[in-house]
Nanobody, 129 residues
Framework: QLQVVESGGGLAQPGGSLRLSCGVS????????IAWGRQAPGKEREGVSC????????RYADSVKDRFTISRDNAKNAVYLQMNSLKPEDTAVYFC??????????????????????WGQGTLVNVSS
């Protein structure tokens, strides 16, 4: 059974950092690209970042480019999202998902469910002073 579980959310001050983790089970990172998305209260889902199944390609939404970094550790079967220079508008529930197809399409569609093989419940990130 495919499963992903997020962790690492919490409270951060503006300008601070957090690192989110996405643990996967039931498959290996070679099988799927992995994406991070987020959804703030009252807002639409947003695709934030994605790393290809090979790990060679990464993509970012313009809103997080140069602040967030996605990475993977095949030995631990985990994907990470390092978030720096956090802003209040980054406050949201962040979730990870295994992607059907390419990162480009997944992010362009803001992680439409039809491109997700599995996704997690999410972890809350609250950026506030």
């Amino acid at each position: 059974q495919l499963q992903v579980v997020e962790s690492g959310g919490g409270l951060a001050q503006p300008g601070g950092s957090l690192r989110l983790s996405c643990g996967v089970s039931g498959f290996t990172l070679d099988d799927y690209a992995i994406a991070w998305g987020r959804q703030a209260p009252g807002k639409e889902r947003e695709g934030v970042s994605c790393i290809s199944s090979t790990g060679y390609t990464t993509r970012y939404a313009d809103s997080v480019k140069d602040r967030f970094t996605i990475s993977r550790d095949n030995a631990k079967n985990a994907v990470y999202l390092q978030m720096n220079s956090l802003k209040p508008e980054d406050t949201a529930v962040y979730f990870c998902a295994a992607i059907i197809g390419t990162c480009r399409v997944a992010l362009t569609t803001d992680l439409n469910n039809k491109y997700l093989a599995v996704w997690g419940q999410g972890t809350l990130v609250n950026v506030s002073s």
